[in-house]
Structures are given as C-alpha cells and as structure tokens.
C-alpha cells in the first residue's frame, strides 16, 4: 500500500486538483471549512465505534489463541463495544433498528472462539463452518445497511467492504497463529485503514438519507477527511503502543513486528504533519515523536520489569519533557491556535493513560487496563478533532468547500406576503420563515404525543418575546396584546390573567424549557398542521 502517496492526496486534494471551469456551470461561493459539523461529526463517531470494532476484535483472537492472561477481558471489551454501538444507531434510526444492529454483530462476534479453535487443532472443517457464518453476517449484515439508509449505501458496496474488512480480521490472525507477527501488524494497520473507508462511505449515505437532521452538511469533506486521517494515525499509535508494551512485559513474540507497526505509523504521521507545515517541520515532529516518547515507553516496560524504580522516574520525566517539547511544537506550527498549556495537558494525560494501561496490566488488573485502553483509545479521536480544527482554521482557504451561488434577479419585485409561514421538523434544526432558511441549536421533539418547541426559539418560531424567570420557574410569553404565563412542572398556564389547562406539564429537556408547540400556536391565533409522514410543522397566519 503506498501509504505516504495516499496521505499526500487525502491532505493536499484541494491543490493537487486542477480547477475544473465551464461556461454552463453556475458560479461558486467558498463556505469557511469545519470539522466540527454534524455530518463530520456523525462520521467521527463510527470512526471511533468501528475501527475500536476491528482492534478488539483482533485483540480478543490473537490473545484467546496465545492464551493470554487478559484474553477474557479482551473479548469483554468486543462484546462492550457492541453494546456502545446501540445507542448511536438508535439515535439515527430508532430502538427497533438499533436492536437488530445489536443482533446481527453480537451474533457475528461470537464466531471468535470456533475461529481460534480452528486455527488452534487445525480444524478444516470448523474454519469451514467460521467462514460460512462469515459470509452469512456479510450479506445480512450488507441488507440491513441497505435498508436502512434507503439504498443511499447500495448493498453490493456494503456487502463489498463489509468483505475485505473480515478478509482484515482473518488475515491479521492467520499471521499472528502462523507466527508471522510482522505481516500480522501490517494487515492490522491495512484493516483499520479500511474501516475508516467502511465509515465515510457510511456516515455519507445517512448525511445524504437525512439532510435536515445533518443540516444539510457532507462527511466527505476535506475538513472531514482531515479529522479522519489524524484520529486514524493517533488512535493507531496508542493501540499499537499498549500493545507492544505489553508483549514486551511478556516477552512475547511480537513485540519487535509491533515496534516496526509503530514505525509505520510514525512515518504516516510524519508525511501528514509535512503535507500541512513542510518537510522541515516534518522532520522535527518525527524527531520529538520517536526519541524521548516511543523508545521512553520501550524503556519504560524494562524499569518495570526490574523493578528500577529511580530510572523509572527518570524516564517519566523523559517522557514529560517530550510532551512539552511536542506541545511548544504544535504552539509554533499552530500559530498559538493549539496554545501550549492545552496541549501539554492533552498530551500529559495521553502518556498517562498509555503508562495506566501498563501499569494496570503488570499488576494483574486485566479488567482495569481493558478499561483504561478504550478511554485512551477514545481520547486519541478528541485529541485529532482538535488538531485538525486548528489547522482548518488556520489554513481555511485550503479546505473550504464550494457551493453554486444563485445570481440575484437584476430586477426584483418587491412584495409583501399575505401570510406568514413557519416550517419546522420534529428533530431538525432546521427553519424556514416565509422560505428563507435558518438554523436553531436544538430541536423540536415529541413527547407522549405532543410536540414541544424549545422556549428560546419561541420568539424566532411565532415573533413573541419569551422571558424565564429562574428563581420562580415562571416563562412569561407576550405576543402583541396577549400575556401568556406558564410554570416548569405545571399543567396550567393563565392567558391575560385566566387559568388554562396545558394538557401535560412545562418540561425541562436538554437543559432547555419546553413548551408544547401546538397549544401555544392556536392560543395566538396561528394555524398549526402537523405532516405525520415526515414529521414537518407548518405554521400560518394572515397579515395583519
């Protein structure tokens, strides 16, 4: 795989690629580049999910096979792993689908045990039945995506990566039983290459199946791609590195293919961090990165080993040495978007959750460093959220996007509506007034069988001014002559000073006052539809 052209690409894609111009094309607008938009976002947490997917799954066979003493708890932590999963889908597409979800991967988890077992007694016959079961999770698994996401993911193309992700798996054990731990870690590394490929292929086709929950928002951008690529090699290097150190402590076998893993990694990083400051920067990055933070850790499992406490600290003060040499770095090459006190606690507390896991492994509490590995490897996926924010940030030309502009009519005709329209939609952020398009931070949502507005878009959604006194608990809404007054945890409102039932109680969601939308509309005098099939909400009213 020539992993430093691919990184080149991924990074530098806005320069490499000619400007493409037509006479028929409309003209484009740049819109300011973000990693922090709720497609990327969305895409950012199955990078998380599934490439944890593929490292525990790795972890949970290489170590059942070499009867490792933490192989239970690596298979707990797979199991745990799918379980995460659950309330992410359920958010996209609701409990019933978030269950199936559950099922089919926990089912195809189980599959681990037989396919050790195989490998173990060369059992022909066993890995038959494994591969068979695999290929059966392939296509049920391809269907369900499909489905899902309304043929947005065509099944062929699930079916296709879902394929070569298992092919991942099987290869890196089959190597790892074979002995032939370098080619294992290669596949490794190629595999969760390939997961982060399932993810924005994924992520893409919900961003595109619901636009007004993503806000109109793509997971492929460069910004995107850029967040992916730095949480990918981050998360990477911590898995790597809790790995080498504990073969290391063991003295097994594939310590040393771990460490020219870990090489690889360092040099992706490094090519990544060059495409974005230049190659001088580069090489100093890589200089920091390997001399007194990777060879500190190799050095750090040998003090344990002995029990050398004094050159213990010493290296402990290596290492944190390095991770104030490495944040002055990134306060430099940032231009003090990544400030120097922000990254040397988020690097200080990286090393500390790398030497945690350790730590907790040599001791026996194999329960404790699975634990501590999933948070570590968790918080690597923070730490490149905000590295590639600041660097978007700073070179934000070189990542926007662009997007057709509509000309304006060189003669327009003023006009006054006759009515006033309102569109909104049940978990959307999205609102429309009179056709023009603008975004809330929150949404509204149903709750048992009303819908509810958050109070501060009240004004935005119906033009009355809201005021929430917090000491009483009391919203007061004024439109035009009417005063509305309600109470959070009340059932009753009062309307010009007359008690009125509300139908259900003022509630609290989100750290937000919700009001049900409806009652309040034809209180003022709006005409209120609700669009079952799609959930929108139209509200009208004549001209005064």
Do not use: C
């Not at 992520?203 to 967040?227: F, N, V």
């Not at 309600?486 to 039932?501: A, E, I």
């Amino acid at each position: 795989m020539k992993m430093k052209k691919l990184l080149v690409s991924v990074l530098g894609l806005s320069l490499l690629l000619p400007a493409i111009t037509s006479a028929a094309a409309a003209p484009v607008s740049p819109i300011k580049a973000s990693v922090n938009t709720p497609a990327a976002e969305l895409r950012a947490t199955l990078d998380y999910l599934l490439s944890e997917h593929f490292t525990l799954a790795v972890n949970a066979l290489t170590k059942g096979y070499s009867k490792s003493k933490d192989a239970a708890e690596a298979y707990q932590a797979l199991d745990q792993n799918v379980t995460d999963m659950k309330p992410v889908i359920a958010s996209i597409y609701g409990a019933a689908r978030a269950a199936e979800f559950v099922r089919i991967f926990r089912e195809h988890n189980t599959y681990t045990n037989d396919l050790i077992k195989s490998s173990r007694n060369n059992d022909k016959a066993l890995r038959g039945k494994v591969e068979g079961e695999t290929a059966k999770f392939v296509k049920e698994f391809a269907a369900f995506l499909n489905a899902v996401t309304a043929a947005k993911l065509p099944r062929k193309t699930a079916e296709e990566m879902l394929q070569l992700h298992e092919n991942k798996v099987q290869k890196a054990f089959d190597e790892y039983a074979a002995g032939d731990y370098q080619d294992a870690y290669k596949a490794y590394r190629e595999g969760i290459y390939e997961v982060f490929k399932l993810s924005k292929v994924l992520s893409s086709a919900i961003a595109a199946q619901m636009p007004d929950k993503y806000q109109q928002t793509r997971a492929d951008t460069e910004a995107a791609d850029l967040r992916s690529l730095l949480s990918r090699l981050l998360s990477e290097h911590f898995a790597l590195s809790t790995l080498q150190m504990q073969e290391q402590f063991d003295t097994r076998g594939a310590s040393d293919a771990l460490l020219i893993a870990e090489a690889a990694n360092t040099e992706d990083l490094n090519v990544a961090m060059a495409s974005v400051y230049g190659a001088a920067d580069g090489i100093a990055f890589k200089k920091i990165w390997v001399i007194n933070h990777l060879n500190a850790q190799s050095d750090y499992v040998n003090a344990v080993k002995n029990n050398n406490t004094p050159n213990l600290e010493n290296i402990k003060s290596r290492i944190d040495d390095s991770t104030t040499e490495l944040a002055a770095f990134l306060d430099t090459a940032t231009n003090k978007n990544l400030p120097l006190a922000a990254g040397q606690a988020a690097l200080r507390k990286h090393e500390g959750q790398v030497q945690q896991v350790f730590d907790q492994y040599a001791a026996g509490n194999y329960k404790g460093a699975a634990k501590t590995s999933r948070e570590g490897f968790k918080f690597m996926f923070g730490i490149g959220k905000s590295l590639s924010s600041v660097i978007v940030l700073q070179f934000n030309e070189k990542y926007a996007e662009n997007m057709p502009v509509t000309p304006p009519d060189p003669n327009p005709v003023p006009s006054s509506p006759a009515a006033t329209t309102i569109w909104m939609k049940v978990n959307s952020k999205q609102l429309k007034l009179n056709g023009i398009v603008s975004q809330m931070d929150t949404t509204p949502f149903v709750w048992n069988g009303l819908t509810f507005i958050p109070l501060r878009f009240l004004s935005d959604g119906i033009g009355a001014e809201a005021v929430f006194d917090a000491k009483t608990g009391m919203i007061t809404v004024k439109a035009d002559k009417d005063v509305l007054k309600f109470w959070v945890g009340k059932d009753y409102m009062t309307v010009n000073g007359v008690n009125k039932s509300v139908g259900t109680k003022v509630i609290v969601k989100d750290g937000r006052t919700a009001i049900p939308l409806r009652f309040i509309g034809e209180l003022l005098g709006w005409d209120v539809h609700y669009q079952k099939s799609d959930q929108s909400i139209t509200l009208t009213k004549p001209m005064s």
